[in-house]
């Protein structure tokens, strides 16, 4: 799917159906047609355009004499999955390219909702901007993964079963992949950083496709705070997690032990009069056989031993 937008005079965002310069064309999983018609009109490979469809690449910055490519992960959620996805910017000279697998909330904000100072042809504004709605989504996400796991542990507490373990599972790997990604999302910031200080060196990240201006700095290091900022909160969430889910595996285990021990002591407590009557059963003399009281008087010498032994085994705490 490609569609291509354009901020116009009144700052309203607008929808195209051609490409003109300082636009957004943004594409969702495209055709080999979509991204032959973006190679054509940009002068970009196709393979580059394509890189960011790989669910599999990493964050990162490559540049061209006529592209800036860059490539950052953002969180998604699939199937009540916290996962995270590569998506593409390319920058050129007169246009904003984005590229990804599939649909996500924070390429809808811009499109379906009005941003503050948001211009399609403000090219490094609106990677920063981008970039910086991406970290916030983290910390979001990171906060529903903290919420969700309190509810868990609720439910732990009581049922402890292994489908609340499992649960708990998936939000550690959650966890992990928020955390791999945030990393890796900071060298793509620490790049652009590093062009920003050294802007009047040759660097060719900044080579004139990447512009930074006064309030793009202090944009960009509002960025790399809150990007840091859910590094440090995904981190700490996994340790805590991760802590949790050993702590309840060990209650299990040992709520598991318990049970064993309470169903042993019970065996036992029921083979006493078993092992009784199987002796009175036998075919050869035994002794007040010829008692008329022989079977209440075994009955009640099975009860008085499986009592004593309740009261042994209550005393060693195997009740």
Known sequence: MLNIFKTVESGELKKLTYYEKGSWIHIVNPTDEE??????????????IRYALDEEESSRIDYDDNYVLIITKIPVISNDIYDTLPLGIIITEDCFLTVCLNDNPIMDEFIKIRQKDFYTYKKTRFLLQFLFKTAVYYLRYLKQIDKKSEEIEQRLHQSMKNEELIQLLKLEKSLVYFTTSLKANEIVMEKLLKSRLLKGLHVPVNSGLIKMYEEDEDLLEDVITENKQAIEMSEIYSSILSGTMDAYASVISNNLNIVMKFLTSITIVISIPTLIASLYGMNVPIPFQQSPFAFTGIL????????????????????
């Open 35 to 48: 991204v032959s018609f973006v190679e054509q009109i940009l002068n970009v490979p196709a393979e580059v």
């Open 300 to 319: 009640v010498a099975s009860f008085v031993i499986s009592l004593v032994t309740v009261i042994v085994f209550i005393r060693w705490k195997m009740f």
